[in-house]
């Protein structure tokens, strides 16, 4: 099953306030980020999402995230890039849906789904998969309610990222995530409903000012099903 993507236009303004990360405990040293992982255009705006939009970085180990691409990458090569999404809010991708996991990955999503879906929630059972090329770029969209519920939940793999949320009500209000290699984003409600999200290209990447270099990524995401 695909996602449906409703495409919307990007807004993008000099980042304001600033927020400090989450970490995991138990999941190996924090990268050295500054401690900064989400940036927002006013600080109300910022503390009103609250536990709504989160970074946790360095959720998992360089070892899990290699047990991850060891179970993934053979059938991901089996499949080319593709540069026209059936509604045009993805470039440069490739893409799969996984209900059966090896033990590793089992117990980390598992790790996941248990600080990510707090409601207890039933969730979709399989586990999607984007892998984006190092040109490849996710176009503001949100997640279609036919197809998702309330909460989203995405390991990054392979690459640091930068994605950008913009309410879509006001597009002058904006807030930006960090997403390091190995992190685990998180977004609830009104961040999940309210607000377009995107992943931005190598050439846009940049962080509360910072030039952050994009690679190959892939992300296994985590949703639960809509009421």
């Known amino acids: 099953?695909?996602?449906l993507f409703t495409a919307l236009k990007r807004t993008y303004k000099a980042a304001g306030y600033v927020c400090r990360r989450s970490s995991h405990a138990g999941s190996g040293p924090v990268l050295p980020l500054a401690g900064e992982v989400i940036v927002g255009s006013s600080r109300e705006l910022v503390?009103?999402?609250?536990?709504?939009?989160?970074?946790?970085?360095?959720f998992i180990t360089e070892e899990e995230e290699a047990a991850f691409l060891h179970e993934l990458e053979p059938g991901l090569k089996k499949k080319?890039?593709?540069?026209d999404h059936w509604d045009d809010a993805i470039h440069g991708y490739r893409e799969t849906e996984r209900l059966r996991w090896g033990p590793?990955?089992?117990?980390?999503?598992?790790?996941?789904?248990s600080v990510a879906f707090l409601d207890s929630s039933p969730l979709l059972g399989p586990v999607?998969?984007?892998?984006?090329?190092?040109?490849?770029?996710?176009?503001?969209?949100i997640d279609s309610v036919k197809f998702c519920g309330s909460t989203i939940a995405g390991l990054s793999l392979l690459s640091d990222s930068v994605m950008h949320l913009v309410k879509e009500d006001a597009p002058h209000e904006w807030v930006d995530l960090l997403l390091s290699r190995r992190s685990l984003y998180i977004m609830r409600d009104q961040a999940r409903y309210n607000f377009t999200h995107e992943i931005l290209k190598d050439e846009q990447s940049v962080f509360n000012g910072t030039r952050v270099p994009r690679q190959r990524r892939i992300s296994v995401i985590c949703r639960n099903r809509p009421v």
């Open 104 to 113: 590793t990955c089992e117990e980390i999503l598992n790790r996941v789904r």
């Open 80 to 83: 080319r890039y593709e540069f």
């Open 1 to 3: 099953m695909k996602v």
């Open 128 to 141: 999607h998969v984007l892998d984006l090329d190092k040109t490849g770029y996710i176009k503001p969209h």
């Open 47 to 58: 503390r009103g999402l609250g536990s709504q939009v989160e970074v946790r970085t360095s």
